[in-house]
T-cell receptor
């Protein structure tokens, strides 16, 4: 399996622009997670889906952030409009219940820089 | 919300030394996972511990789950430069939802 695939790997944009991050989870996994990682705040869970349905979006910072999962093999995280404080590495992860626990598999991340 | 405290936050050692990092909580863990994140990559699962008192070994890494399931440790024997990275512990949130709660991590630098 190719693992979790994220695109783009790097994104540089200007404040006010729309940014769309993409994720393809591992086939057969029923959970998908979006995280943000910064030096100051560590790894933060933004939102997660189960069987394509959003379960908990309490970590989404504000209305500028939205996420969708139209099918089992694709998800997007959109920021509109982007701000410099959104600069971070965004990770997508998928998981499967195995051996009594959920083991998450992370993608390589998208490094977002908003100038 | 359960908080995971990891210590130390930063650790810089010479190759060949031993080290231990810790993960603690005020509440009982249902299960605990350890991940390692190398620079520029996403976290990768190392191990899952489920039973109080459990010890698991992965080559030079030894993972221990406290008897009361409120703490865990990761011990590395004879550290190598390839062990450099961020070590994260994570615990499942309540309700068996698949959601993980991560600690802030321990950044380990192993110098040649």
């Amino acid at each position: 399996d190719a693992g979790v695939i994220q695109s783009p790997r790097h994104e540089v944009t200007e404040m006010g622009q729309e940014v769309t991050l993409r994720c393809k989870p591992i086939s057969g996994h029923d959970y998908l997670f979006w995280y943000r990682q910064t030096m100051m705040r560590g790894l933060e869970l933004l939102i997660y889906f189960n069987n394509n349905v959003p379960i908990d979006d309490s970590g989404m910072p504000e209305d500028r952030f939205s996420a969708k999962m139209p099918n089992a093999s694709f998800s997007t995280l959109k920021i509109q409009p982007s701000e410099p404080r959104d600069s971070a590495v965004y990770f997508c992860a998928s998981s499967l219940y195995e051996g009594g626990s959920y083991e998450q598999y992370f993608g390589p991340g998208t490094r977002l820089t908003v100038t | 919300t359960q908080l995971l405290e990891q210590s130390p936050q930063f650790l810089s050692i010479q190759e060949g030394e031993n080290l231990t990092v810790y993960c603690n909580s005020s509440s009982v863990f249902s299960s605990l996972q350890w991940y390692r994140q190398e620079p520029g990559e996403g976290p990768v699962l190392l191990v899952t511990v489920v039973t109080g008192g459990e010890v698991k070994k992965l080559k030079r890494l030894t993972f221990q789950f406290g008897d009361a399931r409120k703490d865990s440790s990761l011990h590395i024997t004879a550290a190598q430069t390839g062990d450099t990275g961020l070590y994260l512990c994570a615990e499942h949130g309540s309700g068996n939802t698949g959601k993980l709660i991560f600690g802030q991590g321990t950044t380990l630098q192993v110098k040649p």
